[in-house]
T-cell receptor, first 117, second 115 residues
Framework: GAVVSQHPSRVICKSGTSVKIECRSL??????MFWYRQFPKQSLMLMAT?????????EQGVEKDKFLINHASLTLSTLTVTSAHPEDSSFYIC?????????????FGPGTRLLVL | QKEVEQDPGPLSVPEGAIVSLNCTYS??????FMWYRQYSRKGPELLMY????GNKEDGRFTAQVDKSSKYISLFIRDSQPSDSATYLC???????????????FGQGTILTVHP
């Protein structure tokens, strides 16, 4: 089956630093990747939709200057949390849709747990 | 009001029980309905998906969609301890453009199946 990886799986950083999270589709090409945030005991909230070669589309209330998304290739999207603060501590999950794939077919990564001290 | 409502539980059942998980939604534009399973500190994995109303069965899992009531269900037969996880319902609108394929999740129900 299609595999999506995320790196790092866990990161701890000091307040004010920037953190980059990578999302890779390992065995398929993904024209679209999605970034979600999940707080403890809460559901996944879509942050942005990333399309290869174009600017990401952010959901209402998500600061695009704080959460920088780059989707430079068909297998890699990155999310950079700039000037991270403790309230940014969360579980960040990406998903990838196969190029030309059905809208309901998304493959999720294992997630990245971010802790900002 | 949230677009998708799901009772967070927790739900605890004995091994072998039939589990019923449910979600309600308010937006009639939702056409695709999914159930995901998420183990602790892992990403969700797709269990079932259904387009529009009807039933779908896959092994011990049955998904039901009732669009007239805006209500979807997931049934797990002969539940096993390995089924212990958080179950998330999710939906997609029948829309294109920037809304194409966007998932709206329920809160998730925490299920524990004890031996």
């Amino acid at each position: 089956g299609a595999v999506v990886s995320q790196h790092p799986s866990r990161v701890i950083c000091k307040s004010g630093t920037s953190v980059k999270i990578e999302c890779r589709s390992l065995d398929f090409q993904a024209t679209t990747m999605f970034w979600y945030r999940q707080f403890p005991k809460q559901s996944l909230m879509l942050m942005a939709t990333s399309n290869e070669g174009s600017k990401a589309t952010y959901e209402q209330g998500v600061e695009k200057d704080k959460f920088l998304i780059n989707h430079a290739s068909l297998t890699l999207s990155t999310l950079t949390v700039t000037s991270a603060h403790p309230e940014d501590s969360s579980f960040y999950i990406c998903s990838a849709r196969l190029a030309g794939g059905r809208r309901e077919t998304q493959y999720f990564g294992p997630g990245t747990r971010l802790l900002v001290l | 009001q949230k677009e998708v409502e799901q009772d967070p539980g927790p739900l605890s059942v004995p091994e072998g029980a039939i589990v019923s998980l449910n979600c309600t939604y308010s937006n009639s534009a939702f056409q695709y309905f999914m159930w995901y399973r998420q183990y602790s500190r892992k990403g969700p994995e797709l269990l079932m998906y259904t387009y529009s109303s009807g039933n779908k069965e896959d092994g011990r899992f049955t998904a039901q969609v009732d669009k007239s009531s805006k209500y979807i269900s997931l049934f797990i037969r002969d539940s096993q301890p390995s089924d212990s996880a958080t179950y998330l319902c999710a939906m997609i609108r029948n829309a294109g453009g920037t809304s194409y394929g966007k998932l709206t999740f329920g809160q998730g129900t925490i299920l524990t199946v004890h031996p």
